[in-house]
């Protein structure tokens, strides 16, 4: 009874707080912008990030914004491209983690016994080994497009939320609620469902975005190895790429710095986005 | 004490076994075997891709091929790099000392940098800092560290020409002076991500204990705040510092692979990135396995220092 009256105000307590956190606003404000734009630019203007012209290594200049490559290519096209691309991974792998994370988490967290050990266990190991490694080795073996990086990054980094979800579901799973619903022989699929998830899920949220901005540093990385996204398809990660060859760091910034920023910001944005999201659902966690 | 270590070194054999098991198993899927390379190079058939397959061992069932190549670890032998033909184990051992120098001098510089950040912002909250260190802290989660990495040689090497942009040594004498150089910026590079960590802890762990009834003791006597803040509150921060470099560990020899790259330092990671480029699986294995060592080794050294610094934590498991 008491949860379905507080659920509406929960959310909008929530909503009340974020607006007010004024970085995280403006944050949100260029996360969408950036979102719009890398989704509609390509659809308006007529954008190339693959065809080599013959001007190469341009400067920056009405026809190519950004300028372009060492092979003729446009920067300002394989910016918002690569953007496409790191957004989409960064958001995608999330989701893939949460999604196998979450339900491990809460059936690690109520069952306890053999599924808590081995889950758990499971869970260290996967922390306490360096995933940057995993990912460039599973990389190499099942091939880096988008989709299959994806799966991986978002399964290597599973055990994050499972243990978010861990820690709140072994205090709540102790709540009166439970044991009623318990006493009243309703199965354990549904109290899970009906009662566990809801009252767990909090840190979850309050850490989503910030593995969304670290899932994007890791397809970066990987991209920027020659170990993910690969050329011609384009990434911030392998733009970035470019500046290994000396002669580009030093003489051609534009092909090489966009990127860099545009990726910095994005991570930025989304991480003060986390801060607000944390602050507005936990008052005690603010400095 | 001397029961607790053989029980957590016991504890971590089926870690070593899982994850050899599961590099062992990903590497036997990989498409474009060398045999496989050979058979279609030389249009073999299928007698003598059979008769090829049984002078490498191929031909036994995946378990046994494990067990063959577990065994082979305990003597030191990684097998053969398939790209150079030299044995896995001597090219990781002339690197693994560049390695070693990078990533304990990040370690070091982390832990230095990270815990006098977190004593001062703990000792002073809200003074200039609390400011620098949540500023390290947004650093650590915020940067991607291959274009920070760029951005540095570009300044520091390129534009003002302090420092070298690549090389243990480069072309110059083999001393220390010579090799602090090129170390400062990949140093700085791997171990900006792990020092907003250590201010992290220390500092919750510092606030913490200054509200103990043994702090306002201390204080009662009269002893300096400052003396209070080291002699008192610092130990009892040490063990979530402890923790905190079990957590580092995995971030830094991860770094390590993006940075070395980038300043080609002539070290594991680099090593790495080649083997992944050139199919080289054997090597991708020998090093995948050294690194979990490594990574279990440390583990059981700091749970140990656990004990040492809280002889609870024995007693009870």
């Known amino acids: 009874m008491n949860e379905k009256v507080k659920k509406p105000s929960a959310f909008k307590e929530f909503y009340k707080k974020f607006i007010k956190h004024r970085l995280a606003m403006i944050s949100l404000f260029i996360i969408i912008i950036e979102i719009l734009a890398v989704i509609l630019l390509p659809l308006v203007l007529n954008l190339d990030p693959y065809t080599c012209t013959t001007s190469y290594d341009a400067a920056p200049g009405a026809e190519h914004l950004f300028g372009t490559d060492t092979i003729g290519r446009d920067m300002f096209s394989r910016v918002v491209y690569g953007g496409r691309t790191s957004l989409l991974v960064g958001f995608a792998a999330c989701a893939v983690s949460v999604l196998i994370g979450l339900p491990l988490g809460l059936i690690a967290g109520y069952y306890r016994g053999t599924a808590e050990a081995v889950i758990m266990r499971t869970a260290d190991i996967f922390m306490s080994f360096p995933s940057m490694i995993l990912t460039i080795v599973a990389a190499a073996i099942f091939g880096s497009s988008i989709p299959i990086l994806i799966v991986l990054i978002g399964l290597l980094h599973w055990p994050q939320p499972a243990r978010l979800v861990y820690g709140k579901v072994l205090s709540v799973r102790k709540m009166e609620y439970v044991e009623a619903a318990k006493a009243e022989g309703i199965s354990p699929f549904k109290i899970i469902l009906k009662y566990i998830l809801p009252n767990s899920i909090a840190p979850l949220w309050m850490s989503m975005a910030f593995m969304v901005s670290s899932d994007m540093i890791t397809e970066s990385s990987l991209s920027f190895l020659g170990c993910g996204v690969k050329t011609p398809m384009a990434s911030w990660g392998n733009i970035v790429y470019n500046a290994q060859n000396i002669v580009v760091l030093r003489a051609y910034p534009w092909e090489w710095i966009p990127a860099g920023v545009c990726l910095i910001i994005t991570v930025v944005c989304i991480n003060f986005v986390g801060e607000g999201i944390r602050d507005a659902l936990d008052p005690k966690m603010k400095r | ?317």
């Open chain 2, 1 to 317: 004490m001397g029961r607790y270590v053989i029980k957590r070194v016991i504890q971590a054999i089926p870690i070593f076994i899982g994850i050899t098991f599961i590099v062992f198993m990903l590497s036997n899927m990989a498409p474009g075997s060398p045999i496989d390379i050979i058979a279609s190079s030389a249009g073999l058939n299928a007698e003598q891709l059979q008769a090829l397959k049984e002078a490498y061992g191929l031909d036994k069932p995946v378990l046994v091929r494990y067990f063959i190549w577990l065994m082979g670890i305990f003597q030191g032998d990684l097998g053969v790099s398939t790209s150079t033909n030299v044995p896995v184990a001597t090219i990781i051992g002339q690197r693994i000392g560049a390695s070693l120098t990078l990533s304990c001098t990040a370690l070091v510089f982390s832990i230095i940098i990270g815990v006098f950040l977190g004593i001062m912002s703990a000792y002073k909250p809200y003074s200039i800092w609390d400011k620098v260190s949540s500023v390290f802290a947004f650093i650590g989660s915020s940067m991607p560290s291959f274009f920070i990495a760029l951005v540095m040689i570009y300044i520091f090497a390129v534009k003002l020409k302090w420092l070298p942009a690549s090389g243990m040594y480069g072309s110059g004498a083999k001393d220390l002076a010579n090799l602090v150089k090129h170390l400062i910026l990949p140093a700085i590079i791997v171990s900006m991500q792990s020092i907003g960590g250590y201010i992290k802890q220390t500092r919750g762990a510092m606030l913490e204990s200054i509200n103990e009834d043994y702090i306002k003791t201390a204080r009662s006597k009269g002893i300096s705040e400052w003396a209070v803040t080291i002699k008192h509150a610092l130990r009892n921060a040490l063990i979530p510092i402890v923790t905190q470099i079990g957590l580092s560990v995995p971030y830094i020899v991860g770094g390590s692979v993006v940075t070395e790259q980038i300043f080609a330092w002539p070290g594991i990671g680099s090593l790495m990135v080649n083997a992944v480029n050139t199919f080289d699986y054997n090597m991708i294995m020998g090093i995948t396995v050294l690194i979990s060592i490594v990574v279990l080794i440390v583990n059981i050294v700091l749970d140990v220092v656990y004990a040492y610094l809280d002889p609870r934590i024995a007693a009870e498991a």
